[in-house]
């Protein structure tokens, strides 16, 4: 009995190739930078935010969207029932925030803040920046990294 258990829980990993991904033949890997990025990149970038999903009393976040993607309809679905939707940006953070898909389509900044409804400080700050960072496409940006370079 000991033995069909075990093999039902690893039966998943199993059909969805887990630990398979280096195993594929170098010709087959996808990079993200050289493949999926070149697909998607916007044509016109900007940081002009387009809108926004303030959930800082709630969640201490705030979700900026950026790129082209997010039309009036798009980013009001995203942002659902989670927080209050503004076609502002977001509060400034000294946080700092993730900043997925860069010069994409789908840019968007997801900011941190010290106060709200959960308090990003200390050690929480630290591990949300570097759980960020190790995301492909994703970075931990500060305010001033998204300034226009002059």
Known sequence: MKFSFSFFLLLPLIFLGAGCVEDLPEDQQIDYEEDVKPLIEE???TTKVRGS???IAIASHCED????????QQ??????GA???SFDACP???NGGCRTGAETIAENVIWSYPYGGQPITGEDLYYESQSCDILEGAEWVL??????RL
């Open 43 to 45: 044509i016109n970038p």
């Open 53 to 55: 999903c303030n959930m």
């Open 65 to 72: 969207y950026i790129g082209s993607i997010w039309t009036d």
């Open 75 to 80: 980013m009001q679905l995203h942002c659902g």
């Open 83 to 85: 927080g209050t939707f």
């Open 92 to 94: 400034y953070s000294d």
């Open 143 to 148: 305010p001033e990294d998204l300034l226009p």
